[in-house]
């Protein structure tokens, strides 16, 4: 059976260690903060791995920016150029371009699964029975811009001109075509920072997202069971809806409730964060997991990982590293989870949805 991603020829290329710092500063990379990822380095680290590990490891691209980057990714998999029959988990991570440690994360997240492959246990069975999707700039304009010149320039948004306006960008989080422009959860001035730009879908780098999520549907159904959207940050586990405070609107049944509240739970005592719904931090309409929810019934999380210090500054290499260690048992565990979220809500749950109860 043909499936629609597109796996491209593995890379064989020598690069910076995925985590720690990379030999040299790149063009662009403000002094001192080495060990941050640009996007050539992401490039580079995700071809290194396949290099290392072609058996469990190839790059796909998701599609193209709005100044013409490829949005690469990783697909890990224990038979990697089969698409098999295994449940599917999209891990995807700085939307927002000021974020930086959600692409940190993402970076080490593919080390953990691909050199830990055969040497840990539990990532070894993860890896056998799960196909794992991980894009780690999903705004590649918008990351090249914010660090730029030598500078932070703390900037969210893409880098696609708005018509009528000299303003650029638009919130790639307020862009999906679920709920958009429904709810007071986004700006309409092109200047804001959480500007939702004139229309559902205007940005190439939300199309392309929306168009991996639907390649995944195979005879009508969707593979991925589980996205895991990494933000930065408030230490918090999110799940939908954020466009609503309705803690369970119509369209969300009662067992989807449970599972989301118990899955989440579960995932914040692996990280130390806070779990709640979205919109208890705030409403967002045009969401990213309320769209994957809302359309596909995919059970979508958001990790809003640590904040740096000071809040709005780049993370020290020492605080990424320890918030790197406090969520991998949370990954891990949503990883597992895949197979059948309503498991995190018990026996019951389990029984009735599961295939092996």
Same mark, same amino acid.
């Given at each position: 059976?043909?499936?629609?991603?597109?796996?491209?020829?593995?890379?064989?290329?020598?690069?910076?260690?995925?985590?720690?710092?990379?030999?040299?500063?790149?063009?662009?990379?403000?002094?001192?903060?080495?060990?941050?990822?640009?996007?050539?380095?992401?490039?580079?680290?995700?071809?290194?791995?396949?290099?290392?590990?072609?058996?469990?490891?190839?790059?796909?691209?998701?599609?193209?920016?709005?100044?013409?980057?490829?949005?690469?990714?990783?697909?890990?998999?224990?038979?990697?150029?089969?698409?098999?029959?295994?449940?599917?988990?999209?891990?995807?991570?700085?939307?927002?371009?000021?974020?930086?440690?959600?692409?940190?994360?993402?970076?080490?997240?593919?080390?953990?699964?691909?050199?830990?492959?055969?040497?840990?246990?539990?990532?070894?069975?993860?890896?056998?029975?799960?196909?794992?999707?991980?894009?780690?700039?999903?705004?590649?304009?918008?990351?090249?811009?914010?660090?730029?010149?030598?500078?932070?320039?703390?900037?969210?948004?893409?880098?696609?001109?708005?018509?009528?306006?000299?303003?650029?960008?638009?919130?790639?989080?307020?862009?999906?075509?679920?709920?958009?422009?429904?709810?007071?959860?986004?700006?309409?001035?092109?200047?804001?920072?959480?500007?939702?730009?004139?229309?559902?879908?205007?940005?190439?780098?939300?199309?392309?997202?929306?168009?991996?999520?639907?390649?995944?549907?195979?005879?009508?159904?969707?593979?991925?069971?589980?996205?895991?959207?990494?933000?930065?940050?408030?230490?918090?586990?999110?799940?939908?809806?954020?466009?609503?405070?309705?803690?369970?609107?119509?369209?969300?049944?009662?067992?989807?409730?449970?599972?989301?509240?118990?899955?989440?739970?579960?995932?914040?005592?692996?990280?130390?964060?806070?779990?709640?719904?979205?919109?208890?931090?705030?409403?967002?309409?045009?969401?990213?997991?309320?769209?994957?929810?809302?359309?596909?019934?995919?059970?979508?999380? *958001?990790? $809003? &990982? %640590?904040?740096?210090?000071? +809040?709005?500054?780049?993370?020290? /290499? @020492?605080?990424?590293?320890?918030?790197?260690?406090?969520?991998?048992?949370?990954?891990?565990? *949503?990883? $597992? &989870? %895949?197979?059948?979220?309503? +498991?995190?809500?018990?026996?019951? /749950? @389990?029984?009735?949805?599961?295939?092996?109860?």
């Amino acid at each position: 059976m043909t499936r629609s991603y597109r796996l491209l020829p593995l890379a064989v290329l020598l690069s910076a260690t995925l985590v720690a710092p990379g030999p040299a500063a790149a063009a662009g990379e403000p002094p001192g903060y080495e060990y941050l990822h640009t996007y050539a380095e992401m490039k580079e680290g995700i071809d290194a791995a396949v290099a290392a590990h072609p058996d469990i490891a190839a790059s796909f691209s998701m599609g193209v920016s709005y100044e013409g980057r490829q949005i690469w990714g990783i697909k890990i998999s224990d038979n990697v150029a089969t698409d098999e029959d295994e449940p599917e988990v999209f891990i995807n991570a700085q939307m927002h371009a000021r974020e930086r440690s959600s692409g940190e994360l993402a970076m080490y997240l593919i080390d953990l699964l691909t050199s830990g492959y055969g040497v840990d246990g539990r990532v070894t069975d993860i890896v056998d029975g799960r196909e794992i999707w991980i894009v780690p700039m999903v705004n590649p304009d918008g990351a090249e811009y914010d660090m730029s010149d030598g500078v932070f320039r703390h900037w969210r948004k893409n880098r696609q001109p708005i018509p009528g306006s000299s303003a650029v960008g638009v919130d790639l989080n307020r862009q999906f075509g679920f709920k958009w422009a429904c709810c007071g959860g986004a700006s309409n001035d092109p200047f804001a920072d959480k500007y939702r730009g004139p229309e559902p879908w205007f940005a190439p780098e939300t199309r392309a997202y929306r168009d991996f999520v639907l390649s995944r549907v195979v005879d009508g159904q969707q593979q991925l069971s589980v996205i895991l959207s990494l933000h930065a940050a408030g230490r918090l586990v999110l799940w939908p809806f954020s466009f609503t405070k309705k803690d369970r609107p119509r369209r969300m049944p009662y067992d989807d409730w449970r599972a989301f509240v118990a899955m989440g739970h579960q995932l914040a005592d692996q990280n130390g964060y806070r779990a709640q719904q979205g919109s208890d931090l705030y409403i967002v309409d045009g969401d990213q997991d309320d769209w994957a929810y809302g359309t596909q019934r995919i059970f979508a999380f *958001a990790f $809003e &990982l %640590a904040p740096g210090k000071p +809040r709005r500054g780049a993370p020290t /290499l @020492a605080q990424l590293q320890a918030d790197q260690q406090s969520n991998r048992p949370a990954v891990l565990l *949503a990883l $597992e &989870l %895949a197979d059948c979220p309503y +498991r995190a809500a018990g026996a019951g /749950l @389990a029984a009735k949805h599961c295939a092996s109860g």
